[in-house]
């Protein structure tokens, strides 16, 4: 092989790339926080919510889960618009992450709550709390306790996927990746320098959950 | 001469040595019991002479096959000594029968057929052979060690050595277990086993190891050493004063 | 110009749907493949290829599938060769469906009971033997749910070849929403389509998961 690899346009390309990083990060970080929190909503319905609420939380999670990121954003990004929703490129591509990720730690947080001992749900009603404070106080924090490793990774997984959202030109860091190899015709390299910025980002963001996860979560004072 | 030669054997996990340099010769046909408290190193000892832990310094040679941790003399080694564990651990895909014949069509390459009669052979030999297409979940925990028990003996092995292999078992089906073991001691089959039973033990065995602290505490008859215990760690262990 | 009416939308979406198929298909045979050889490499191999086997999946897991793509396609091209797009889509996604793959079996390698191990090798057993006849038949029990879930991915994932120009589901989605003007109607229509295709996929993975637990509290 004759080609020889050239990353001399990095310097002059940092400021773009720094900007798409930041986009990136700030998408994730909006999305994680609105999507854990709709995930627990939608947990507590499906769980013990009103009856007449879960099927359409359960068809929301199912058709999420079931269809491709891509196509989500293009149906809020230009889809909806003909319902006459409008809004920027970022803020659907921050709206499409949070329905994803509210869809998935949905299911995810379920399962820890399915995994509660029901002595747990039994207590609290012996102590006369309501069932949505037995949830909120007693059920929800060793449920996400249970699950923390799955979610973490399912946040991992939205991040990754972010990726999509430079097709509705929202300016993420594939999107200054897009741009910097338009310029410089040197596309193998800018992807490469970008997917390693994306794989430094998800191990960022794996040691920053697993920290969270270390402060939020009660652990024995000794081993 | 003796059949397990185990000398001057070391076992390191990390900075804790559970064994501490351990000799023991056992002679062919002999049924040794191996006391003590959990932590003591008996099972490490044991499972050391299978194979399944690497030893840090010693030798264990068995029958002339010495203890050495590759795929070949692993397996020399393990032809000779069969294992019955506390979990059973059979196969739980496989019947009873499938169990037994399993490595023998294996590891020996005996035909099928062969296979089957030597399967049928050992299950009757445990009074299982009605159970030969039972699954491991329809068998009681006592007839899935005896099943265990029938899955070593076809290797045809010289010695089998036995890890705690009634402590599993709710106690009403202790004996069946014990049973099988005691007629394969009158048969004259080496027996090295860990044990709680300490009745089986002074009942059946030729000697008996009272191992503490990594180290081969006492030896000898079963007389001897239930009967006129030296150390006070023996004497503490037996609960007598 | 033409005029769509709504069968003709959904017949030419229905006729691309065939090719995120077929890509499906491939990729998850493939992937398949290379997972399996991936597994062995990571849980039975010297020291030195576990370590490069768990880089590569960590390394597949750890980046946007979307950037493979592009890196299969312009890579691919250094060598001197004019890239189809199927082709670059086809690399990318056998590769990285085997990274998962290979994490999701290693885990049921994993939860076979280590008594299984060490009661196969008292009987003289070696590496391969075990594998074949105790370990992997108890794995691949467990393993059929997670595998059939991950094919939703798979399918899903499929999507992303539109981007590098892949003409499948996706992309007509979008070249019909050009003709057509009708964004809502068109891609609600491949949404629903993806869906048809996945969630049977889903309902059993999960059907197939609750019927090996009810076995496994059998025991």
Partial sequence: MTYHFDFGWLIESLPVLLKGIRITVQLILIGAVFGVALGIACAWVRALGPKWLRPVVATYVELIRNTPFLIQLFFIFFGLPSLGIRMSELTAANLAMIVNLGAYSCEIIRAGIQATPRGQFEAGASLAMTPFQTFWYVVLVPALQRIWPA????????????????????????????????RNFRAFETYIVSTLIYLALAILLRQLLAGLGWMLFPRKASR | ????????????????????????????????????????GKSTLLRCINGLETIDEGSIVVAGAQFLPDEVHLKALRLKVGMIFQQFNLFPHLTAGGNVMLSQMVVKKVPKKDAEAVARKMLDRVGLAHKFDALPDELSGGQQQRVAIARALAMQPMALLCDEITSALDPELVAEVLAVVKELAAEGMTLVMVTHEMRFARDVCSRVVFMHQGRVHEIGAPEDVFANPRTPELRQFLGVQ | MTEFSFWDILRNLLLAARWTVVLSLVSFIGGGI???????LRIGGRRGIQLLSRGYIQLFQGTPLLMQLFLAFFGLGLFGIDVPAWLAACVALVLWTAAFLAEIWRGCVESIAKGQWEASASLG?????????VILPQALKVAVPPTVGFSVQVVKGTALTSIIGFVELSKAGSIVTNATFQPFTVYGLVALIYFALCWPLSKSSQLLERKLNVAHRNH
């Fill in chain 3, 34 to 40: 290379v997972g399996a050889a991936l597994l062995f």
């Fill in chain 3, 125 to 133: 057993m070696g590496y391969l033997q075990q594998m074949r006849y």
């Fill in chain 1, 151 to 182: 979610l973490s990774s399912q946040i991992v997984i939205v991040m990754l996927g972010s990726a999509v959202v430079s097709q509705i030109a929202a300016e993420d860091l594939t999107f200054a990746a897009n741009f910097i190899q338009s």
């Fill in chain 2, 1 to 40: 001469m003796s059949l397990i030669a185990i000398t001057e054997v070391k076992k390191r996990f990390g900075d804790n040595e559970v064994l501490k340099g351990i000799s023991i010769d056992i002679a062919p046909g002999e049924v040794v019991a191996i006391i003590g408290r959990s932590g003591s």
